[in-house]
T-cell receptor
Framework: DADVTQTPRNRITKTGKRIMLECSQT?????MYWYRQDPGLGLRLIYY???????NKGEISDGYSVSRQAQAKFSLSLESAIPNQTALYFC????????????????FGPGTRLTVL | GEDVEQSLFLSVREGDSSVINCTYT??????LYWYKQEPGAGLQLLTY?????DMKQDQRLTVLLNKKDKHLSLRIADTQTGDSAIYFC????????????FGKGTRLSVIA
């Protein structure tokens, strides 16, 4: 969905490096999410934010941190990357129902493929 | 907690119908969703059904909801090679203000 953008789209890094993945949206949604996707494991929720002052841990938050800089921006950081964080990372947004969109329907960015060597 | 189950793989011949099944645990879900992920892309919302409906049809797609059995299915008529993708089922969770719960996805392979 072009309304949700992620940068970078691909990143190769080394063990121990700090990495930041960024997500921006123009949908005007208040809720944002970070997922990782691994083959056979589906999507796993890392963190989510229901508004600028709200941050919640998901299923697999260890080793990750997030920052909600503005309603439209939600970044994911890997403080010290390790090889088992190699995965496809997706950002998503949804609306709580205040803007008229179907509540909770999530819209995804194109993904960031991260490789940690 | 909530759980959404799907079979991991489905293979069909081009022109046949595909049926992708999903079971969920939360009987109070408001909406149930189907997302499609094509190779190298993010998830796209394909369709959704409100929990007070039994069926929803949209061109080649038919969604059936059996609330008694907590079973959701997606039927794709006249399946084409372009339908090859991973299909994710998702439900709104029991607790309000928590994210959607996704299944692990069904990889549909269409054989020409």
């Amino acid at each position: 969905d072009a309304d949700v953008t992620q940068t970078p789209r691909n990143r190769i890094t080394k063990t121990g490096k700090r990495i930041m993945l960024e997500c921006s949206q123009t949908k005007g949604h208040d809720r944002m999410y970070w997922y990782r996707q691994d083959p056979g494991l589906g999507l796993r929720l890392i963190y989510y934010s229901f508004d600028v002052k709200d941050i919640n841990k998901g299923e697999i938050s260890d080793g990750y941190s997030v920052s909600r800089q503005a309603q439209a921006k939600f970044s994911l950081s890997l403080e010290s990357a390790i090889p088992n964080q190699t995965a496809l990372y997706f950002c998503a947004t949804s609306d709580s129902g205040t803007s008229g969109s179907t509540p909770d329907t999530q819209y995804f960015g194109p993904g960031t493929r991260l490789t940690v060597l | 907690g909530e759980d959404v189950e799907q079979s991991l793989f489905l293979s069909v011949r081009e022109g046949d119908s595909s049926v992708i099944n999903c079971t969920y645990t939360d009987s109070s879900s408001t909406y149930l969703y189907w997302y499609k992920q094509e190779p190298g892309a993010g998830l796209q919302l394909l369709t959704y059904i409100f929990s007070n409906m039994d069926m929803k049809q949209d061109q080649r797609l038919t969604v059936l909801l059996n609330k008694k059995d907590k079973h959701l299915s997606l039927r794709i008529a006249d399946t084409q090679t372009g339908d090859s993708a991973i299909y994710f089922c998702a439900e709104t969770p029991l607790l309000g203000n928590t994210p959607l719960v996704f299944g692990k996805g069904t990889r549909l392979s269409v054989i020409a």
